[in-house]
């Protein structure tokens, strides 16, 4: 089983456990369905806008948690409790070119 880890968005933590993406990563489904289900070794947030720690932190889970897929959390892409996040492109970006093509990148979860 891979390991997968989840970046979600800051400004939506407080309104969302995470249920829906834990879920998803562990049956394998949504964005998952491509890989199968996963271990989730890590649930983060983006840093807050613009997302400037997020290729960081995705980093940081590569390195130190041997994650090899890196989710972003349908919060940053579609908004699901807010708005869709207007620094979606520029942090996916920024997260592939931190973490390397080895590394599988998720731009949704659920």
Known sequence: MKKAGIIRCRETEEMCPGTADFKAAG????????????????????????????????????????????????????GNHAYPCPHFDEMLRAIEKQVGENVKILDWTH
Request: glycine share 18%; charged share 30%; proline share 4%.
């Open 27 to 78: 049956e394998g489904k949504g964005a998952f369905e491509e890989t199968g289900p996963v271990e989730l070794v890590g649930f983060i947030t983006c840093g807050g806008c613009p997302g400037k720690r997020a290729a960081y932190r995705a980093k940081m889970m590569v390195e130190k948690k041997g994650v090899e897929i890196v989710a972003l959390g349908s919060c940053i892409k579609k």
